[in-house]
Every structure is written in C-alpha cells, then in structure tokens.
C-alpha cells in the first residue's frame, strides 16, 4: 500500500486481558464456541495479531530518525 506512517501508537494489555476479549467476540459471532474449542481459536486469533503487530512494529522502526 506504499503508506508510511508518521505515528505509532501501540498501548499494551495483557495477554489475558486480550484472549479474553477475543473470546467474548468469537461467542457474539458463533454461539457453538466453547471449551477446548473456543481457547484454540482464541489462541490463533492472538498469535495472528501479535505476528502482524511484531511485523508493523519491525517496519515502522525502520522510518525512525
């Protein structure tokens, strides 16, 4: 997308905080989810955020002065 950005904000929240809020949006959206299930895809979920986010972090670093 050739965007560059000339700000980054990333506030921190524990990883419990998150794979909690994730489940709660996974049931919203599919009633079924529970158990071992639910925690899997909560587990992906998260992983796939913090490879992208480690992936931004890396590119915007780059364009520090």
Request: hydrophobic content about 35%.
């Amino acid at each position: 997308m050739k965007i560059i950005p000339d700000k980054f904000v990333h506030i921190t929240v524990k990883k419990q905080h998150s794979l909690a809020r994730i489940k709660q949006n996974a049931i919203q959206i599919n009633q079924s989810l529970y158990g071992p299930e639910l925690d899997d895809l909560s587990q992906k979920m998260y992983d796939e955020y913090e490879m992208n986010m480690n992936a931004v972090q890396s590119t915007f670093n780059q364009f520090i002065y």
